[in-house]
Structure formats: C-alpha cells, structure tokens
C-alpha cells in the first residue's frame, strides 16, 4: 500500500508540471489535409467551415512540434485570424526551424505585442536569440519568463537548457 502510494506522490509533480500545452499528448495526427476538430473529437477536411482558428492554430503547432514546419505554415496561411498570440508564435516557431531565424524573431515579437507574458513565445525568442549567437539577449528572455512563472516551470527550464548548450530536440 505504502509504495503505490508513495510512486504516484513522485510522479504527481511531474504530470502537473507538464501543463495542459503539449499538443502532442491531446492532438491524434490526421491523414494530409485534415485537420482534428476538438468539438467533434475526430479528424476532419481542412477547408470544414466550422473549424475554428483555434483548432487550426493548435493542429498547426502540432504539425510543426512534429517537424512539418511548411504544413503548418500552410494551415496557419487559412486562419480567419491570423493576428492572435499564438498564431504568430507558431508562425515563428515554424519559421525559426526552417532556418528563418530573422522572420522568426520578427513573429516572436509581434506575438509578445499581442501577450507580452506569453511565456512559450519568450521561450522561442531566446531560443532564436542563442541560433544568432546572442546569449545576451535569451538570457533576457529567461529573467522575464522567471517573473511570468517561476524557474520550474517549462519554459524557463527550456531556454535555460538552450542557453546552456542543450537545446530542444
């Protein structure tokens, strides 16, 4: 009784600390041109008119999290709008892998002027920020995400990873 007990109070912390954001814990992968529609809880054509912004702008991130950068570029290309937090940080994201370092900053930034606590998007911004050799400037971004949420949270245990010669797989 004692160690089932005792296994899970050592795993809680870490679930709970994972956040509610990784899309590739909650988003199945649908076939090319589909798109998971979080209402009917399955996959469904692109182009469906009831898909909301924020199903594409997830799928998008998730697509990109799985390495196919210009497919969610072309899924975020069909937002009704394009001009929220989030979309433009994937937009970056994707951008930034693609070897796009400067346009990527450039979507960072007009993330943050939407959310400037929008930790992920700071994360991402100091991320680009060591890619152009400039430390100074993520470490920047690390200080501000330390205010947002803590030096526990991922974002700051991320950048901080990056910064320190480890970066994101």
């Not at 998971?36 to 469904?44: F, G, L, R, T």
């Not at 970056?92 to 943050?112: H, P, W």
């Not at 030096?151 to 970066?167: F, T, V």
Request: charged residues 25%; contains cysteine; glycine residues 8%.
């Amino acid at each position: 009784m004692v160690l089932p007990l005792l296994l899970f109070c050592l795993q809680t912390p870490q679930v709970l600390a994972m956040g509610n954001n990784d899309s590739n814990s909650k988003t199945p992968d649908c076939p090319s041109g589909q798109v998971y529609d979080s209402v009917s809880k399955k996959c469904v054509p692109e182009k469906t008119g009831s898909l909301s912004d924020e199903d594409k702008t997830n799928y998008a991130y998730h697509l990109a999290k799985k390495g196919e950068y210009q497919a969610a570029l072309n899924l975020l290309d069909t937002l009704k709008n394009s001009n929220t937090a989030e979309a433009w940080n994937y937009r970056g994201y994707a951008t930034r892998k693609l070897g796009r370092t400067d346009e990527g900053i450039g979507y960072y930034q007009r993330s943050l002027a939407l959310e400037p606590n929008y930790a992920k998007a700071r994360e991402y911004l100091g991320e680009a920020w060591m890619v152009k050799g400039r430390p100074d400037l993520a470490k920047e971004q690390l200080k501000i995400i330390a205010g947002i949420c803590g030096q526990s949270c991922e974002e700051y245990r991320d950048l901080q990873a990056a910064i320190n010669g480890h970066p994101e797989s």
